[in-house]
């Protein structure tokens, strides 16, 4: 959001202001005034004038200004109400060199997930990608994807949506997908130019819109103010990026792949096993009847216990 | 190079036939061997009609069929006299999904190196970049880069020219630069969706076309046939990167850096000391006074040795 206007924002919410007043506080002409109060009311703020002056009524329930106010982290939104697909557009923004933006949308119309798959984006969900430009090798990548996957298991805990991770970056509430992120990058065999990370959250969406493996936080605690949820994670993972040191213990905290039995299926085949750690930056290592191997990718399975 | 072009050239060159024979042998039509000729001397083959038939009296020096006639290794030649740069090129046809293709230029007016710097490229020298897809994560990026550098370091063996590689992939005569080479890539965080290999190497170029750090084939050996070179370099690469444990033995092979003093400046500051080895994907192990450090990424610096 634009500085000026964040300031008139912050005025309006801290009680009755009048115009000229407002005009005096921030050194701006009275048609400034009137004009970034037009802007707020076309992004969805309540702005009421009374005799004493304007104040907020409402805040938008979402779009780039309701998820904008309040937010500690620095990440500019760019909303739409309907895209093809939030990581097509950051991916533009990212090859024309932005950084620090996120991709909002209330519907995607052609999303895609990992592997090119399917993935039903109906609205009332929060479908955010980021873009980020790290200098880091492209081999540390995948510290997003679990920095991702940890932010926003957090961020659902914060709901009371008792959520858990599959390594490395599905979110599932008993054993259903609630969450998908998919990563991508650019750059040179030794430094990244830009990363991706598109976080696709199933928000208030009907059980029925998704696939029945997914789940919705509406079917399993009801609907959430998504601007709250959205800023929560914006704000997680910003920090978790920032302290990379403190993403695998994040993720170790909200998975529930380690200790279980699992297969990967990976390009050089199966590999079946109990999980037993991860190491970063997002390296999964599975005790196997042959000794530890080490997992760097591949599609993950949790087995049920053997019989015994 | 078209198939049956190919096969045109192939019986071409094994003496004198006729258009009747060549359109039986090849089962099609004499109007289509007329066309398949018309396009070979288009792209600079010498053929010529006698009494007995057609005989292939030259080839081209350079250019797309110049490198495609007895090339075994699987790339599309795409030349270009000129180009701004051949890895943009390749960039977007690896973006369009091609795969297999390699773009090769004359001369190229606004080409870059690592980081965005300058990199000369005048009319008589190779530049080269190649289009791959391989299925690995993009932390084996590098492992592309030391193909490269390796296998025109054995190609530039081939014709007498004493290179050796300097950390991880420059390409070096007494010091002085020869080859350059530029990995580029995409992907998501656990699979590569393209590489593209940029190689340039100052061949019949004039040493004070190129800066005064670098040196030019011309100038250490004299002209040398382009087309060998290049098909040379690309059989080695396609060679080295069909069976990846190759890679290290031949880049340990060609490189002056395992034995000397060296710094390298990475993002977290210098490290000093001897390069003692070379590991999967290309990180170079440095014995410093502190112990042994892994740099996986990094300018690389030649000390002389310390004075005793």
């Keep these: 959001m634009q500085e000026t206007r964040r300031a008139v924002l912050d005025a309006l919410s801290a009680g009755p202001v009048s115009g000229p007043e407002l005009a005096e506080e921030l050194d701006v002409s009275r048609a400034a005034v009137w004009k970034h109060i037009e802007t707020l009311r076309e992004e969805g703020f309540g702005v009421e004038s009374h005799g004493d002056g304007y104040v907020l009524d409402s805040v938008p329930e979402f779009g780039a200004g309701g998820v904008e106010y309040g937010l500690s982290a620095p990440f500019e939104i760019e ?43 109906p609205s009332g969900g ?64 030794d430094r990244v130019a830009w990363i991706v990370v598109g976080i696709g959250i199933n928000a208030n969406v009907d059980g029925d819109a998704v696939p029945e493996t997914a789940t919705t936080i509406r079917e399993q605690v009801g609907d959430t103010d998504r601007a709250v949820l959205t800023r929560s994670l914006l704000e997680r993972f910003d920090d978790l990026t920032g302290s990379p040191e403190d993403v695998l213990p994040a993720w170790r905290k909200a998975t529930s792949t380690l200790g279980r039995r699992v297969r990967i299926e990976t390009t050089d085949g199966d590999v079946v096993g109990e999980a037993i750690d991860v190491e970063f930056p997002g390296t999964l290592v599975v005790a196997t009847d042959e000794g530890e191997e080490r997992v760097s990718a591949g599609d993950c399975e949790h087995l049920r216990p053997a019989r015994s």
Tied chains: 1, 2.
């Design 126 to 189: 929060i479908w955010l990608s980021l873009v980020c430009r790290p200098d880091v090798p492209p081999a540390q990548a995948p510290i997003y994807t679990l920095a991702a996957a940890a932010a926003t298991a957090d961020a659902l805990d914060g709901i009371g949506v008792d959520a858990e991770i599959k390594w490395p970056n599905d979110v599932l509430v008993g054993g259903r997908k609630l969450v998908g992120i998919l990563t991508e990058m650019a750059g040179e065999a």
């Design 79 to 121: 909303y739409h109400d309907s895209i093809g697909s939030t990581n097509d557009r950051a991916r533009e923004l990212a090859v024309a060199g932005e950084s620090g933006v996120a991709v909002l949308a209330d519907e995607q119309t052609g999303a895609r997930g990992r592997l090119d798959r399917e993935w039903a984006s």
